[in-house]
């Protein structure tokens, strides 16, 4: 029989807590730039929208009239994460079906919208893209540029996110010392999960054209001990059209001893000029 552990036995893992980071940041960043997000936003955003959801279509006037509010949810167009840099402005914050929120989830508008096949099942292709069309519009009007703001932020991000992992990771191993216990459980927990995290910036896409034209990409490599991150240049000279850019990078010799060495989080980027 296989009993299922509680989330408060589990505790909370040091993702969770490097991710709460980040959304703090970006809240920050959000007023520092323009301030709160107010009630008056909210109805000029509605407004433009029609007073319905911007993904589904869905009239949520009635709602409203009625304060029925349960089958509403605000959603960032923009992912609030340290991938896409979301921000809590207007812009990128829109009142939408409830279970559209639900479906959408961290993907990116552009392809919720255009490949989604459970709220928006049936919908034509033609209206998906009049739909997107719209809320790009949107963005333009309120001076939201999600491009820009993700190639300045997202490194920042990806550091930070890092860094408070790998402090927390170390400072429970402080603990553990400072107690005489040894430090392997942190190793064990890393054999056991094999969660190491394979990040590429700004994006999949992106890091793949930037070493099919220049031959090269950065790597870093961080470890539970700190004291073995790595920074380098990889080298993709037999890089084709039809390599697969995640094979390659899980083919190297460091991957392949990640658990034993505790590789923690693998991040390919393209160099900044």
């Not at 301030?35 to 911007?54: A, H, L, Q, S, V």
């Not at 990128?92 to 552009?110: G, H, R, W």
């Not at 009007?141 to 890092?162: E, F, H, M, N, T």
């Not at 927390?168 to 190793?187: E, H």
Request: aromatic share 8%; proline share 4%.
């Amino acid at each position: 029989m296989r009993i299922k552990i509680s989330k408060v036995a589990r505790g909370i893992a040091p993702g969770d807590v490097a991710n709460s980071a980040v959304r703090n940041i970006l809240t920050d960043l959000s007023i520092t730039m323009r301030g709160k997000f107010t009630e008056d936003d909210m109805i000029e955003t509605m407004e433009y929208f029609d007073y319905r959801c911007p993904y589904t279509g869905k009239d949520l006037r009635d709602m409203l009239l009625r304060g029925d509010y349960s089958e509403m949810a605000t959603d960032h167009i923009v992912p609030q994460n340290r991938q896409y840099c979301g921000l809590n402005v207007p812009g990128n914050l829109v009142i939408v079906d409830k279970k559209a929120n639900q479906a959408k989830k961290d993907k990116t508008v552009e392809d919720f919208l255009l490949h989604d096949q459970t709220v928006l099942a049936g919908v034509p292709q033609a209206e998906r893209e009049a739909r997107l069309e719209k809320i790009k519009n949107f963005q333009k009007d309120k001076q939201y540029d999600p491009d820009a703001i993700r190639a300045v932020v997202s490194p920042i991000l990806a550091k930070i996110y890092g860094d408070v992992g790998a402090m927390l990771q170390q400072k429970a191993n402080q603990i553990a010392t400072g107690l005489g216990l040894s430090k392997s459980f942190a190793i064990r927990k890393q054999q056991k999960t094999g969660n190491t995290e394979l990040v590429f910036l700004p994006d999949q896409k992106a890091v793949q054209d930037y070493i099919l034209s220049h031959q090269c990409a950065l790597i870093d490599l961080e470890y539970m001990d700190s004291n073995h991150n790595r920074h380098f240049q990889w080298e993709a000279k037999n890089f084709t059209s039809k390599s697969k850019l995640r094979g390659n990078v899980t083919s190297r010799p460091w991957w392949r001893t990640k658990d034993e060495d505790g590789l923690v989080k693998v991040t390919v980027s393209i160099p900044q000029d």
